[in-house]
């Protein structure tokens, strides 16, 4: 069973870098996609970004100027880091894996199953 | 980017109710659809996937139904342990867009 823990500094002041780790167990790393998505206190879920198993990325626009994640497949480990934080990134912090369904080969459906357990950040000065 | 409107946005009900939640995209995303339960302090658990594919070792109380823009949830039997939050996501466009989630409380 694929099991994802996630690990990373929890307490950031204004304008430090947020870097998180995500290490994945029980189960292939290749072939899937993995992302982050986070939800500040009180409000619903927002996707962050992804990498592919071949590195590439795919990030959320409105973060994405400040976001870099990366993996690195002999670890089975993939890693986020959202640098100039404010109070505004304050959140509980998911890594996820991202799984496909193909249908003769064609891409027919994704969702993100299994989740890590959630890391809470707190930005504050 | 495709945003999702889940309605209502909390609800009351009570124990063998039925419940149906509705989520709806700002645009056609065919059947790209799943629904997640998350309790507080939990990690989100995938419900349904591709609008009405029940996933492995969810009760069968749940099913999804839709496409296109317009998506439910329905819990046909509410028991103590459904009492949380719910979020739909479209997986059609990236960025992947959640709803804002529906709170199914206690009455």
């Known amino acids: 069973q694929v099991q994802l823990q996630q690990w990373g500094a929890r307490l950031l002041k204004p304008s430090e870098t947020l870097s998180l780790t995500c290490t994945v167990y029980?189960?292939?790393?290749?072939?899937?996609?993995w992302s982050w998505i986070r939800q500040p206190p009180g409000k619903g879920l927002e996707w962050i970004g992804e990498?592919?198993?071949?590195?590439?990325?795919r990030y959320n626009p409105s973060l994405k100027s400040r976001l870099t994640i990366s993996a690195d497949t002999s670890k089975s480990h993939f890693s986020l880091n959202l640098n100039s934080v404010t109070a505004a990134d304050t959140a509980v912090y998911y890594c996820?894996?991202?799984?496909?369904?193909?249908?003769?080969?064609?891409?027919?459906?994704?969702?993100?199953?299994?989740w890590g357990q959630g890391s809470l950040v707190i930005v504050s000065s | 980017d495709i945003q999702m409107t889940q309605s209502p946005s909390s609800l009351s009900a009570s124990v063998g109710d039925r419940v149906t939640i509705t989520c709806r995209a700002s645009?056609?995303?065919?059947?790209?659809l799943n629904w997640y339960q998350h309790k507080p302090g939990r990690t989100p658990k995938l419900l349904i996937y591709?609008?009405?594919t029940l996933q492995s070792g969810v009760p069968s109380r749940f099913s999804g139904s839709g496409s296109g823009t317009d998506f439910t949830l329905t819990i046909s039997s509410l028991q103590p342990d459904d009492f949380t939050t719910y979020y739909c996501?479209?997986?059609?466009?990236?960025?992947?867009?959640f709803g804002q989630g529906t709170r199914v409380e206690i009455k």
């Open positions: 996820a894996r991202v799984t496909p369904l193909l249908w003769f080969g064609e891409l027919v459906g994704s969702w993100f199953d299994p």
């Open positions: 029980g189960g292939s790393f290749s072939g899937y996609s």
């Open positions: 990498i592919s198993h071949s590195g590439t990325t």
């Open positions: 645009q056609s995303i065919n059947r790209y």
């Open positions: 591709t609008a009405s």
């Open positions: 996501q479209q997986s059609h466009s990236a960025p992947w867009t």
